[in-house]
């Protein structure tokens, strides 16, 4: 036999799973803001503090792996990456999107055929900008 | 008996002169099955979930623990429903991650990239 007491118990008890449950899974989507980032996070995302309100949270869960992984770079990728992201935050959303589309078609390319695109990458920049420094530092040469 | 000239009002007559012919424990036992089945059936009509189960042969009626087991069951399959849209969304996200930190150390300039 149910009790009232029962019966409310269990009528109370399904709900209140499930609302905890997606409050567990949707708390990773809260978007964050610039003065919930870490120090760490802050100086390594500088560039993009400006914009950061703008981004979409697809975006700022992005940039904020970045940030996770970057102490885990080598101090060359760590260098390129605080040049990089000066130059990435001057792009458009537009141009970003377009740099990543060339970037993954160039990832489907053989090793061979894709160091010789990314060349011409470099030479045709290069006649684009003729007076802007060769910030970016090169692989350095194999042994 | 017979039946040939049977009526809803004749079966009535029928069914009450065999009631009162029972024994008092029959009675007892007819009466105590009847709220019984009235019980599960304001149950179910509360317990719409459960209602649908037992419609769909899934759920036999039962005791108090057994309707813990299922909202037990569901819970968890709701909450497998949620992880696995999160492991998808995760899955999406990683690969965006990758591309962008690739980019962003990569040995050609960004801006050559987005011309």
Same mark, same amino acid.
């Given at each position: ?143 | ?34 709220? @019984? ?28 623990? =057994? =309707?813990? =087991? ?7 399959? @709701? ?23 690739? @980019? ?12």
């Amino acid at each position: 036999m149910h009790t009232p007491i029962n019966n409310r118990s269990m009528k109370l008890t399904f709900p209140a799973i499930l609302l905890i449950a997606a409050m567990a899974f949707s708390l990773p989507a809260m978007a964050a803001t610039w003065q919930e980032l870490s120090p760490q996070q802050q100086q390594i995302l500088a560039p993009l503090a400006n914009e950061w309100s703008s981004l979409s949270k697809k975006r700022q869960d992005n940039y904020i792996e970045i940030a996770k992984r970057y102490p885990q770079l080598t101090p060359l990728k760590q260098q390129r990456f605080q040049e990089q992201i000066v130059t990435w935050a001057k792009l458009t959303p537009e141009q970003r999107q377009r740099a990543r589309e060339k970037h993954q078609s160039l990832k489907q390319l053989p090793p061979e055929k894709r160091e010789a695109a990314k060349q011409a990458l470099r030479e045709q920049h290069a006649r684009k900008h003729p007076f802007a420094a060769s910030a970016v530092q090169p692989a350095a040469p194999a042994p | 008996m017979k039946n040939n000239n049977l009526t809803p009002d004749s079966i009535r007559q029928h069914l009450n002169h065999s009631a009162a012919q029972m024994d008092s424990d029959t009675v007892e036992s007819l009466r105590a099955s009847r709220n @019984l089945a009235l019980e599960r059936h304001r149950a179910l009509q509360h317990a719409p979930v459960q209602a649908w189960l037992t419609h769909h042969g899934l759920w036999a009626g039962g005791s108090h623990s =057994h =309707h813990k =087991h299922v909202y037990l069951a569901l819970a968890v399959l @709701l909450s497998l429903c949620l992880y696995s849209g999160a492991v998808y969304l995760q899955h999406d996200r990683d690969h965006a991650d990758t591309t962008d930190i690739e @980019l962003l150390t990569d040995d050609v300039p960004v801006d050559a990239y987005a011309d």
